[in-house]
């Protein structure tokens, strides 16, 4: 396979292509920002309307969350002219119209409400508007994906949960183990989502989803978002996957529950370095199967500004305009407007 689609569409195509990444409302599912200019040329290169943040360091308490949480909304601020807070679905729109890139705050766990209930009013109060309810170990909460045995949500759990429901704030179950993310989707009264990940049927990493998980999300109007992140869904171990991979797990979803139950989140932590990524890959060589800093990303996706590539593979596998705007965006914004309003 090629490393973009570009080489597979005729001069007609491309420029369909073109202009229909354009035209779409892009959501990613999964980033977290580098606050400088080159993030914000990267996005804008890329056609990006809006990304889910991870706002806040996972496994951290109050404190720390308070502290990132405030550093992001000054950022946001100081951008004002480029960069806005997303607080409701209609402020995706507005930032596509007005050519700004929305910022979602999505916590990749619940850890920074520690035990208190309250918090996630308060946290909404700041513009949280969606969370993870476990990042990888067992919680408060529930359980994650890396635990020893998924015991389910707890009481305080099902409690969080329901006051989520009660505000609006998107329940995020990527990294969540099954039995846990099983128990949020039938409890939840609102559509959750998988932001990031991918099915366990064509990849075999932890944080992949089963089938009978994808069907349950679906069935209660909830959307996936497929990553770019090789160690997820690689075939082979350090073996690199491409961008038209990243398509051939959008299909698989499309075919199993509907094109309005998929979405691409690539998961590209913009504020990595070589070395971070080194010492997480010595702690977790299961979570990052052998693959290097160079290529932890699948070719054709390295970069946010490449997101146009995505639609060209999309475009090249014969995918509609209506339901290639559906992947981009407009499954996300659905899901949002469902819980926010």
């Known amino acids: 396979m090629g490393t973009g689609c570009t080489t597979c569409l005729d001069s007609e195509q491309a420029k369909r292509a073109a202009a229909l990444h354009e035209e779409a409302i892009v959501i990613d599912g999964s980033v977290v920002i580098r606050f400088d200019d080159r993030q914000l040329a990267e996005v804008k290169t890329g056609g990006i309307t809006a990304s889910n943040h991870t706002v806040t360091d996972p496994g951290r308490g109050i404190k720390s969350g308070l502290k990132q949480i405030v550093k992001c909304l000054q950022w946001i601020e100081s951008n004002a002219d480029r960069v806005m807070l997303i607080l409701k679905a209609d402020d995706i729109l507005r930032a596509k119209r007005e050519g700004k890139y929305g910022v979602i705050l999505g916590p990749q766990d619940t850890d920074i409400i520690e035990d208190d209930l309250d918090l996630v009013d308060a946290f909404w109060g700041l513009g949280i508007r969606i969370m993870q309810l476990t990042y990888q170990a067992k919680n408060l909460v529930g359980c994650g994906c890396g635990a020893e045995k998924d015991e389910g949500l707890s009481a305080f759990g099902k409690?969080?949960?329901?006051?989520?429901?009660?505000?609006?704030?998107?329940?995020?179950l990527s990294h969540v183990g099954p039995v846990t993310t099983m128990e949020a989707i039938e409890?939840?009264?609102?559509?959750?989502?998988?932001?990031?990940?991918?099915?366990k049927a064509l990849a075999g990493h932890p944080?992949?989803?089963?089938?009978?998980?994808?069907?349950?999300?679906?069935?209660r109007g909830g959307v996936m978002g497929i990553t770019a992140y090789s160690p997820i869904f690689a075939v082979e171990d350090g073996q690199r996957p491409t961008v038209e991979d990243v398509v051939d797990h959008v299909i698989y979803?499309?075919?199993?529950?509907g094109i309005d139950h998929v979405a691409i989140g690539l998961d590209h932590d913009e504020t990595s370095t070589p070395e971070r990524f080194a010492a997480f890959r010595a702690a977790h060589p299961e979570l990052t199967r052998g693959f290097t800093w160079e290529a932890r990303r699948a070719k054709?996706?390295?970069?946010?500004?490449?997101?146009?590539?995505?639609?060209?593979?999309?475009?090249?596998?014969?995918?509609?305009?209506?339901?290639?705007?559906?992947?981009?965006g407009l499954n996300f914004l659905r899901v949002f407007r469902d819980n926010w309003g």
């Open 207 to 219: 944080r992949c989803k089963t089938d009978d998980l994808i069907k349950l999300l679906a069935a």
């Open 187 to 199: 409890r939840s009264s609102r559509p959750a989502l998988f932001t990031h990940t991918h099915a």
């Open 253 to 257: 979803v499309a075919d199993l529950v």
């Open 300 to 328: 054709g996706i390295e970069r946010l500004s490449m997101m146009p590539n995505v639609t060209s593979c999309l475009v090249a596998r014969g995918f509609s305009d209506e339901d290639i705007k559906k992947v981009l």
């Open 159 to 172: 409690q969080v949960v329901d006051r989520m429901n009660e505000m609006g704030m998107v329940i995020d």
